[in-house]
């Protein structure tokens, strides 16, 4: 995936027992975050970052939505533990995280795996991506993208 380049549109199960189609969301920024796995340290830092600052991206019309293999129902109770509010997507089979480039392989204490490398891909209004952070540190990340969609919003 490349700055300019048509984001892949996906439909997808989430966290509430629904779907969600990217494209609905056309005409509006979206926030897509891939995250490796719900409810460990990192992940929930980051979906908790991107929830405390939500009324800030709502005001900037931009939805946050995060990615991660996991269930729709270990989604819901990551959601409902930690009150996030954030859309929760299941990507279970991967299909999403490959179009994304973010399926590959780890190194983590000496040992290669395959996993979801944290990610991050900001949309426009247009369906296009308009930033792209490939490997995120979550300290200060939402912050951060805030400002991206802020910047983006003033100059369109």
Sequence with gaps: MDIDDQAPDF????QDGGTITLSEFRGQPVVLYFYPK?????????AKDFTELGHDFEKLGAKVIGVSKDAPAKL???????????TLVSDAEGDICERYGVWGEKK???????????????????????RIWPKVSVKGHAEEVLAAVHEMQRIE
């Design 11 to 14: 439909t997808a199960p989430t």
């Design 38 to 46: 719900a409810d460990t340290p990192g992940c929930t830092q980051e």
């Design 76 to 86: 819901e109770k990551f959601g409902l533990k930690y009150d996030l509010g954030v």
């Design 108 to 130: 983590m204490y000496g040992k290669t795996f395959m996993g979801i490398t944290r990610a991050t891909f900001l949309i426009d209004g247009q369906g296009n991506i308009a």
